[in-house]
């Protein structure tokens, strides 16, 4: 059984959770953008200038030029022709897919994608393969395979076995924090006449020159999902990709058509944050740096966590028990990491998830370590229940 927890935010990484103090290594606000004043203020900016609602959809009378010259600049940022905003990354994915794709359509789609691009790919009614996470052979051996079945079913050579194929991929993923071979998937889509769709959500801000994410060098990606309620620390998605695609969105997206468009506040703090990211190298530097020192750390412990550093951190368990008593352990020394267990990743991979960011000092860093090796006699006395 879940639970709701309220959380109260106290600014540098602090919250309030339970009466007690707690540092948050669990938030996705990995530059602490949700409470930089330049967010705040311009957030309040707009809101005054422009009131609290949009007050319809974009495409009768909620197009603000404040909507028009964010798209602008997140165009130019992510090195795209067009950016298209959407009011949440789940909106987008859910709802772009099934235009791109249908019944005589292929999906091939690592089996570790956020639930979002799942939903999505599923409502596309396209056959779909989950290959191995970030197993590009396997990758290869799925597409080769489906399409010498297909071809033999086919009594008309001439037809084209699908009438489009799709590879489906996070860049860095939410729960492992490990990274795809962008370069080799855009590789493997140009061989294959694939499209290649990317969801960013975690990439970027964090990842690439500027903060651009894991995508933008690549001009033939055809799709970039970027989530603003994560390094962007407000709310919101954007997605980019050529001008012709956006048309062709604005024009049959259900989930961009018949919803009420972003309100200024929101736009105002996406603004802000997007106007601050080129200039936040230091912030990555650092988030970079305390990422690899606890990556060496958790290994040192014993622990056991993603092959290669990043600002996401899982620690692997037995056991949904075994998460929820490192958490809970964790919680007493004043950390809050949270437990992630089946559904949300497959089950007997459950674990406690540490996502770092930049507005926590060295102190806090300090702490986090020092509580992790005071609790790792935790995850080897929990008992495993029946039922797990
Ligand atoms: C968070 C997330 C989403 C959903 O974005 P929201 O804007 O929060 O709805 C989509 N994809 C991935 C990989 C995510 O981590």
Redesign the pocket.
């Known amino acids: 059984m879940r639970e709701l927890r309220e959380i109260e935010p106290l600014g540098a990484g602090q919250v309030r959770c339970g009466g007690k103090i707690l540092l948050n290594f669990s938030g ?1 606000d990995y530059l602490g953008l949700s409470q930089h004043p330049a967010v705040i203020d311009r957030a309040r900016a707009y809101l005054d200038r422009y009131g609290a609602g949009a007050g319809a959809s974009r495409l009768v009378t909620g197009t603000l030029d404040i909507h028009e010259q964010l798209e602008a600049d997140f165009a130019a940022f992510l090195n795209r022709e067009a950016a298209l905003l959407f009011n ?6 859910s709802t772009l897919l099934p235009t791109l794709f249908d019944r005589s359509s292929l999906i091939l789609c690592d089996r570790l ?2 639930n ?2 799942l939903q999505g790919i599923r409502a596309s009614k396209a056959k779909f393969i989950r290959y191995r996470h970030n197993d590009l052979g396997h990758l290869e051996q799925c597409l080769n395979q489906s399409l010498n079945q297909k071809s033999n079913q086919n009594l008309h050579q001439t037809d084209k076995p699908y009438n489009r194929i799709g590879i489906v991929t ?1 860049t860095l ?2 729960m492992d924090g490990d990274r795809a071979d962008v370069g080799a998937l855009v590789d493997l889509a140009q061989r294959y006449n694939a499209w290649l769709y990317l ?1 960013d ?2 990439g970027v801000g964090v990842w690439g020159a500027q903060g651009q994410g894991l995508a933008a060098l690549y001009p033939e990606v055809d799709v970039t ?1 970027v ?4 390094a962007f620390g407000s ?3 954007i997605v980019g990709c050529s001008q012709h695609l956006k048309n062709y969105w604005i024009n049959t997206c259900p989930g961009l058509i018949y919803t009420t468009a972003l309100p200024p506040a929101t736009i105002g703090a996406i603004q802000g944050a997007l106007d601050l990211m080129p200039h936040l190298d230091s912030e990555r530097i650092y988030l970079h740096e305390q990422a690899a020192n606890l990556h060496h750390t958790l290994q040192g412990l014993g622990y056991t966590t993603s092959a290669e550093p990043s600002h996401i951190l899982p620690i692997r368990l037995q056991s949904p028990a075994q998460a929820l008593a490192l958490a809970q352990a964790l919680e007493d020394q004043e950390i809050l990491a949270t437990a992630i267990r089946s559904p949300t990743v497959p089950p007997g991979s459950d674990r406690v998830r540490l996502t770092l960011s930049s507005v926590h000092p060295p102190a806090h860093y300090q702490a986090l370590t020092q509580a992790l090796a005071k609790v790792i006699p935790i995850i080897h006395i929990a008992p495993c229940p029946n039922n797990a």
């Not at 949440?88 to 994915?93: I, L, S």
């Open positions: 996705n949440t990354g789940f909106q987008a994915n994608v956020h979002s691009l996070e993923f939410s969801d959500a975690h999902i989530t603003l309620g994560k709310f919101g998605a």
